[in-house]
């Protein structure tokens, strides 16, 4: 099932898609800038982006690999130091054997 999608705040989508591009300028020394990309257009159609909280449970509550949600989890890293958001990020570890 879906998670419903939060409206975005006070700001508009100009401003997380500005926010976008300076995180992918800040990081354009990457090889994998393209990847970055493409995960941070996907958290963005699907939550607040300003929201640590949101954010960081939404990508938790997923039916997706422990190893692409810490990926996400990354990417939303470089976000929060970009843009000035005060946010640690949390790993996501897999018991043995799974």
Known sequence: ????????????????????????????HLRSVKTLGRRLRRLAKALIFYDPIITESYILSQDWSNRYKNRLMGTYQKFTQCDGIEWEKKTVTTKMGQ
């Open 1 to 28: 099932m879906l998670a419903e999608r939060p409206l975005l705040s006070n700001r508009t989508l100009s401003n997380v898609d500005e926010a976008i591009v300076k995180t992918l300028w800040e990081n354009r």
